[in-house]
């Protein structure tokens, strides 16, 4: 059975990401992508469905685990009756090749190593054919399945029994041996041994230059570094896309169905990555980003989506997996995402402050890349009145979302700003009589006036966390007493245990069975809106209990559960998760 979410940390290559647990095991790891398909799927079922454990075969009393400092580098520390170990779990940049590296260190006493090596390809599904291989001056193990060949390198490889490859070997004080997985086309060669040294070192030096410039005069600096470290990891190096996880399936309900695959590029996570990296300095990198998002959006503004695969692919077909009992008995697993075809207004808006932020911070604008944004702006001109699935991906019924037509306003706000504040071209007084239009129609149909608060969607009296954003996306003032009524409603209506839910499941607007738990996106938007509304020490409590959620190497799920095992809490929903993190960043901003 898998571990608690919260036991596992992430590494990964910027192509791909891995998640090891507490215990020594990487449970979860797809090759080479991220949306490809895992080579190790015990995260989602038994390790009989792949997993790869290094640690101590005795009882160990005691485990710690840290971060290098300025890095992405994992440490475990495993402590037995007779000794300690240490296990270093890294995946090394460049080379365009997919390795993960695992070298453990016996730093005291005498310690008995465990070591399993069980690759199931295809999620978990596929059996390779393994064998002993003589390549480059050593023995290797080689599996091989379909398209896939694993490489297992090492002092001491173990043996196989039954499907499973299994060793055990002692270590003593000053011992170390290295070992590494390498994952090519099943028709290529062995590749070369790596010089581990060497690309540990040069892993070290570029996630430390990137950490040594996250913003050092913001609340919780080390959790923004970490955030952004971990939103760097979760971009593809090549193609500038970030997913919303490394994961798939990690249930928002326990043994229910809301189980979702992340492992896309969503462009409203990708335009607040672009606002998140502009925020905390980081102008360079965030054209890489900006790259990816007009890619991405690129052809018929008719034809946008609200979701590609990282190279900027528009097919994510969603299919269930059948052999995969899910995480905690939660069923169904999925792959790909039934989301992909839906219409959310909200998006662009989203794209357009991106955009506007990298005008401000002097990124150049292209014509094409203008041009491309007008023709967007236009196709939203035709169709901004229309309903939508809403930021939530709604399953039931389209809405007319207010958080949507906030949204819509902003998209109309911002092509006028670029007019009047850039000098691009446009049919600017036509936007601005949209804008007007939109924002009348949301202060009228989108707030419920005997309540004081704006409403989830027209036909409703419910509220939702998205609304929230209102302030922040510069719709009305922070201290507007609509806003101030909104905030109230919000806290009043979606705060469980302190947390905030994003909507009442109860009201049956998304159409699925069962409950989720506090969102913790949503409470970092409380943050930033009590910030707005000048109610600081409120925002600086609530912002102090949210980074202790954090597991202890600082990472963060999509939502938490606080009524488990007595109030203790667990973490749930696909982990780490980008929109939890770019909330984080974006709340310290806010308390700058």
């Not at 499973?164 to 390498?182: K, L, P, Q, V």
């Not at 504040?421 to 036509?430: F, M, T, W």
């Not at 939109?438 to 409703?460: C, I, M, S, W």
């Not at 905030?487 to 607007?509: E, F, H, K, P």
Request: proline residues 5%; charged residues 25%; contains cysteine.
């Amino acid at each position: 059975m898998a571990l608690p979410i919260e036991d596992y940390a992430l590494i990964g290559d910027r192509g791909t990401a891995a998640l090891v647990g507490r215990d020594g095991s990487i449970d979860w790891l797809c090759l080479p992508r991220f949306d490809s398909p895992a080579c190790f799927a015990a995260l989602l079922g038994t390790e009989d469905h792949g997993r790869w454990l290094l640690a101590p075969a005795d009882e160990v009393v005691s485990t710690s685990r840290r971060y290098v400092d300025g890095t992405a580098i994992l440490e475990t520390t495993f402590t037995t009756a007779g000794g300690e170990l240490v296990l270093l779990d890294v995946m090394p940049v460049g080379d365009d090749r997919a390795d993960v590296v695992r070298r453990v260190t016996c730093t005291r006493g005498t310690v008995l190593v465990r070591h399993d090596w069980v690759v199931r390809t295809d999620y978990g599904r596929v059996r390779p054919w393994v064998t002993r291989e003589h390549a480059h001056g050593n023995e290797v193990v080689v599996a091989i399945a379909g398209p896939d060949k694993l490489v297992l390198r090492g002092p001491r490889l173990p043996a196989g029994h039954s499907g499973h490859h299994r060793d055990e070997f002692e270590m003593n004080e000053g011992d170390e041996a290295t070992f590494s997985t390498t994952w090519v086309r099943s028709w290529r060669e062995v590749p070369k041994p790596m010089g581990f040294d060497e690309r540990i070192a040069a892993t070290t030096d570029q996630q430390r230059e990137w950490s040594a410039r996250s913003p050092s005069d913001v609340p919780h600096a080390d959790m923004v570094r970490r955030s952004l470290l971990t939103l760097m990891l979760m971009t593809h190096a090549d193609t500038g896309g970030i997913v919303a996880a490394p994961t798939t399936s990690l249930p928002e309900d326990f043994g229910g169905e809301r189980n979702w695959d992340y492992r896309f590029c969503w462009l409203r996570d990708a335009a607040l990555t672009l606002e998140s990296l502009l925020g905390a300095g980081y102008a360079d990198e965030a054209l890489e980003w900006r790259h990816w998002l007009l890619r991405a959006v690129a052809g018929d503004p008719a034809d946008l989506q609200i979701m590609y695969a990282v190279d900027g692919g528009r097919d994510l077909p969603e299919r269930e997996l059948g052999h995969l009992p899910g995480y905690a008995d939660s069923r169904p697993v999925r792959i790909g995402n039934g989301a992909v075809t839906q219409r959310q207004n909200d998006v662009l808006g989203e794209v357009m402050i991106a955009l506007e932020l990298s005008r401000q911070a002097g990124l150049d604008e292209t014509r094409n890349s203008w041009a491309l944004q007008r023709a967007l702006v236009e196709e939203l001109a035709e169709h901004w009145d229309e309903p939508d699935n809403g930021l939530w991906e709604i399953r039931g019924p389209q809405r007319h979302f207010t958080h949507s037509r906030v949204m819509v306003w902003v998209a109309f706000d911002r092509a006028v700003r670029a007019v009047e504040d850039h000098g691009l071209e446009g049919p600017v007084e036509r936007w601005r009589e949209l804008r007007d239009r939109v924002r009348e129609e949301v202060l009228d149909k989108g707030y419920d006036a005997e309540r004081g608060t704006f409403t989830q969607h027209y036909d409703t009296r419910e509220v939702d966390a998205s609304l929230l954003t209102i302030p922040l996306v510069g719709f009305l003032p922070g201290d507007d007493p609509r806003v101030l009524g909104t905030i109230d409603a919000v806290t009043d209506d979606l705060m469980r245990n302190g947390l905030l839910v994003r909507y009442r499941t109860q009201s049956g607007v998304d159409g699925l069975e069962g409950d989720e738990h506090p969102f913790l996106a949503c409470s970092f938007w409380l943050v930033a809106a009590l910030a707005a509304a000048g109610r600081r020490d409120e925002a600086e409590e609530l912002m102090e209990r949210l980074c202790g959620l954090a597991n202890d190497v600082g990472l963060l799920s999509e939502e938490y559960d606080t009524t488990y095992d007595g109030g203790r809490g667990r973490m749930a929903g696909n982990f780490p998760q980008a929109f939890s993190h770019l909330a984080l960043v974006q709340a310290a901003l806010a308390l700058r």
